[in-house]
């Protein structure tokens, strides 16, 4: 099992950035894939962006050139940060970090608030 601690929400006026992290502890030596989701009221869940073991990011049409993914690992912890810079009011949303293992188990975080608004 993998446990999943966010942080780094809040609010930030447009313009602004924020960044947050996401650390994996546990059950890591199986995770391929890392990354952010965003679900803001009304909407579905949708990926923000993702960054595989190797490197290889996916990133949202939606965020690109503003937001940007990145990883770091330990021994028994992987930490993926979101920096996002010129932020808008669109970008409000609960943000969630979601690891994939081989064999297709994924595991979710709490989700961490993130409100532009001036």
């Known amino acids: 099992q993998v446990q999943l601690v966010e942080s780094g929400g809040g609010l930030v006026q447009p313009g602004g950035s924020l960044r947050l992290s996401c650390t994996a502890s546990?059950?890591?030596?199986?995770?391929?894939?890392m990354g952010w989701y965003r679900q803001a009221p009304g909407n579905e869940r949708e990926l923000v962006a993702s960054i595989t073991n190797a490197g290889t990011t996916n990133v949202a049409d939606s965020v690109k050139g503003r937001f940007t993914i990145s990883r770091s690992g330990a021994r028994n912890s992987v930490t993926v940060d979101l920096q996002m810079n010129s932020l808008k009011s669109g970008d409000t949303a609960v943000y969630y970090c979601r690891a994939w293992h081989y064999g297709g188990s994924t595991d979710w975080g709490q989700g961490t608030q993130v409100t532009v608004s001036s």
């Open positions: 546990g059950r890591v030596f199986d995770i391929y894939d």
